[in-house]
């Protein structure tokens, strides 16, 4: 077998099967920008148009951001100020602050723009060996509003060499004009706004706000079955604030993720393990909102939930663009293990996307995306903090 490249003299974190799925010794080869192999040494290719001696670096899948709101105008740091002072994000909120105040900014940008300022927040997770990212819309919340958003994320995807999976989040917050008319406004996502994204082909998934600032579970489940006749998976931002049983609802419905998870409780658990949903972790929005109740994630792992970890990319309550930092604060916060966050920016976070036979591990007929490590031990990427040990970035082989 002749390759197009070979990667020789590695480690691999190949994230297939249990655990890292660590290879010493290893090889990755490619062929027309797909994994044609990756394994040790003893069995690997050995013909190939190019061969990249790594000096015995590691190398991982490419990392995988599964949960971003990376498109949007203005920042919210004066809402910031206020919670230092003292404010809560459902005080801030119900004030007209909030996902309504980045609404305003978003609703006033048009394409172009929307696309020139994600850019630099994209390119920051690019330079940490980001290969896949999910981005959300949610701050237009009117049909024009949202397909501006979602066209810009698509766009992303053709200004970077980067796979970007779209995201339908009417369902994130009620806008001014159906204000007292919640129902009306789910009305208006399931048959009109809902119906004309997936006509244009804009999203892989559909999202919702299930919470006390957001949409009631039985709202939650309209947009669920509206997502349903369009042939659209589900997720669910779910118990951040408080529980209202949103994740065993999108479990019923077979949702690729519910996310966020602090107020999860051991009935949403059981029917996430059923139902295969992963549970996206956002530790950024923890930290960044101050928040004091921890995810159960020994309750998780009892239960063999795959866990993800994502940044939460938004301008109000996580705006973190590091997923490096991510890792890091799931660990020293949430108590993940160093597997645990790995595979959770990798094989669970591409499984969160609906990916998993596309990307996330190391194996052959999978796209050739990795991040190949200046690094001792694969610990050192959650370990340390505010430092960059990537040494390479290849998506589809390049």
Not at 70 to 88: K, N
Not at 301 to 323: E, F, H, K, Q
């Amino acid at each position: 077998m002749r390759c197009d490249t070979i990667w020789r003299n590695a480690r691999l974190a190949t994230m297939a099967g249990a655990g890292l799925g660590v290879v010493e010794d290893g090889v990755v080869a490619a062929i027309d920008g797909r994994i044609a192999y990756a394994g040790s040494a003893d069995d690997a290719p050995v013909e190939a148009a190019e061969t990249i001696d790594c000096g015995g670096r590691w190398i991982t899948p490419g990392l995988i951001d599964c949960h971003t709101h990376l498109v949007h105008a203005g920042d919210r740091a004066h809402e910031f100020e206020l919670r230092l002072a003292g404010a809560s994000y459902e005080e801030v909120a119900r004030a007209g602050g909030g996902i309504v105040s980045t609404m305003r900014a978003t609703r006033s940008a048009n394409e172009a723009y929307l696309v020139a300022s994600a850019l630099p927040r994209l390119d920051a997770l690019i330079a940490e060996g980001v290969t896949t990212v999910e981005v959300k819309s949610g701050y237009g919340l009117t049909t024009d509003d949202e397909t501006r958003m979602l066209r810009a994320a698509r766009a992303l995807g053709r200004e970077r060499d980067v796979r970007i999976a779209t995201t339908f989040l009417g369902a994130h917050a009620l806008p001014p004009e159906y204000a007292g008319d919640s129902d009306g406004y789910v009305d208006h996502v399931c048959t009109d706004m809902l119906p004309a994204i997936a006509r244009a082909g804009l999203a892989d998934a559909v999202d919702a706000f299930c919470e006390g600032i957001g949409f009631t579970v039985e709202q939650t489940e309209r947009v669920f079955v509206a997502a349903a006749k369009h042939g659209l998976p589900v997720k669910l931002h779910a118990e951040q604030l408080s529980n209202l049983n949103g994740a065993a609802l999108a479990a019923r419905y077979g949702a690729l993720s519910a996310d966020h998870l602090e107020h999860l409780d051991d009935a949403g658990v059981a029917a996430m393990a059923r139902a295969g949903t992963v549970a996206t972790l956002l530790p950024g929005a923890y930290y960044f909102t101050r928040e004091t109740k921890l995810p159960p994630v020994d309750a998780l792992r009892a239960a063999g939930v795959p866990i993800a970890v994502a940044t939460d990319c938004n301008p109000g309550t996580s705006p973190l663009t590091s997923i490096l930092l991510a890792m890091n604060m799931a660990a020293t916060c949430f108590r993940l293990t160093v597997e645990e966050c790995l595979r959770g920016v990798t094989a669970n976070a591409a499984r969160a996307l609906g990916l998993a036979r596309e990307t996330g591990t190391l194996e052959p007929g999978k796209a050739c995306d990795l991040a190949i490590w200046e690094v001792e031990r694969p610990a050192e990427l959650v370990y340390r903090i505010g430092f960059n040990p990537l040494h390479q970035r290849i998506r589809n082989g390049r």
